[in-house]
């Protein structure tokens, strides 16, 4: 039955759980962009764009035109796609063709889009970005009056969806000054756009952190990414809005990604051998050790070597030695009765049992993001209930 040595389920409920919490959160009045850069954050485009849709999401944001082309096929018309990051000369035609939207950010991309929205009769929906502080991408405050002319000269084949900002780090305090800094130079811009007769239909600039912690900064949109998929942009961000209104421990969001494997092979060894490569592990006693086929390769972290956690039978067993390009080792002596075939859980429940991202990535130096992001674009996606 398995072609691949792993695979992800997408749980629907999950989805449906976030989308309500959401949307309970920042209200009816704006729209929620779902961010599905990194492979839908490694939940795989194919599979969860098409889930959410059916679960109401009508707007989504890549980071590239490739993402979007992909996005594109999953939804079949039925929402509204924006690129935030990278889109060369030529997928901007095809960008304009399907009026898929675009962040602006450089006079040059200004230009390569109002020439190619002319030579095909229509108009660019463009979203023009801001530099408030982040010091990445977006137009300088030096920069405006020459955009305000070129946008002027050229209004009928611009269509402004958006103006635009991103913060640089909603998710931590020590940010505070510099987030709250950036909105007050947001709004300067945006003024100084309307003054100029310069209207754009929405006006965003809150990533899930910014959106759930500043009200305020949800303007007309924001773009969520890594709530929707059920983890919290940071602890910071769960404790200040859990604490005060839900029993500690009870947490609105669910997971919505779990990676499962199988174990591939069992072996008893005696105390005093070493376990895997080189000598990082000793059997301290007589121990069953099972074999797993995923390794660094698949996206397992090899930081996950003698620390990460796995659940067999619904027990918690460790990584023994270290984790190899395809495969890891788990110490299975205290599971009764396992056998080769037994479903390995990376990531995801088993039973009352549970493995999260986070805690896996707290033993591997990495963010939810980065481990995220990593899984395999291969690894078979599967929808449950
Ligand atoms: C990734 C990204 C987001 C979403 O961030 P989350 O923290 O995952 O909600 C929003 N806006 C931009 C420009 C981004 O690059």
Redesign the pocket.
Known sequence: MMENTSYIELSRKAVQNNFDYLREIIGDRVTI?H?V??NA?GHGINTYVPLAVELGAKHF?T?DAHEAHQVYNAVNGDATLMV??MIDNEELEWAIEHQIEF?IFDIDRLKKAISAARKMKTQARVHIELETGMNRTGFEKDQMAEVIKIIKANAEVLFIKGI?T?YAG??SYANFFRVKDQFQRFKKGVKRLEKNDIQAEALHA??????VRFPKSRLDM???????YGFW?STETYIEKVKPTQILGEDPLQRVISWKSRVMNIKHVKQGEYVGYGTSYLATSDIKVATVPVGYGHGFSRSLSNTGRALVREVRVPVIGTVNMNMMLLDVSQVDNTEKGDEVVLIGNQGEMSISVSSFSDYSDQLN?ELLTRLPHDIPRYIVE
């Open positions: 962009s961010v850069k990194g954050y944001s980071f935030m990051g962040f635009c991103h909603a998710e809150a990533c899930s952190a910014a959106a924001v773009r969520i990414g890594i709530m929707q942009p993001y």
